[in-house]
């Protein structure tokens, strides 16, 4: 089984870190949704997307691929993203929305607080400083185990 990971990283590379993470345990290609073919994507068994969040949802490349995509029936994804207010629910919201408008099944979700300077917050050096941190990228690799299970395939180390 095959897995790949698309994600956007621009403010701090906060999320790369976490991106970097999960791609390691899943053995996974990592990209940047503007490099790659909808084709490509969708021979992979198994998808996650994940950004920073920005105004309260996932960089607009991730929407722009998603909407590219013809219907999918069933695959499997899972979202991930660093934050300054560390709320999923409300963060992912979009993107999960999206992802099931496809056909997508959403297999998991992470994520964790992101080094935030944005607008004011910057004169004050910024929320979260030091974050994604070790135990963050722990959490992920702890996440990815997760799915490379749901995922399953000898070539994963199970079988
Ligand atoms: C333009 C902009 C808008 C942001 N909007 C939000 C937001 O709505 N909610 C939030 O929790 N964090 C917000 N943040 C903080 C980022 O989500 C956080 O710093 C994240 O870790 C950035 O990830 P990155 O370094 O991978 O880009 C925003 C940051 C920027 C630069």
Redesign the pocket.
């Known amino acids: 089984m095959s897995a790949i990971v698309v994600y956007v ?8 870190k976490i991106a970097k993470a999960i791609a390691e345990v899943l053995n996974a290609k990592l990209v940047k949704p503007w490099k790659v073919k909808p084709e490509e994507l969708l021979s992979y068994d198994l998808i996650g997307f994940g ?6 949802k996932h960089h607009r490349a991730l929407f722009k691929l998603i909407n590219s995509l013809p219907e999918v029936k069933g695959k499997k994804a899972f979202i991930f993203s ?5 709320v999923p629910f409300i ?1 992912h919201r979009k993107l999960r929305k999206a992802l099931r408008e496809k056909g997508f099944e959403i297999v998991g979700e992470f994520s964790c607080k ?3 300077t ?1 607008g004011w917050l910057e004169k004050i050096g910024g929320i979260n400083k030091g974050h994604p941190d070790e135990g963050d990228i722990e959490r992920a690799k702890r996440f990815a185990e997760k799915m490379r299970q749901l995922e399953g395939g000898p070539q994963n180390g199970r079988g």
């Open positions: 990283s621009i403010h701090h590379k906060n999320t790369e950004s920073g969040i920005y105004y309260w660093t934050a300054g207010i560390n963060n992101g080094w935030d944005n």
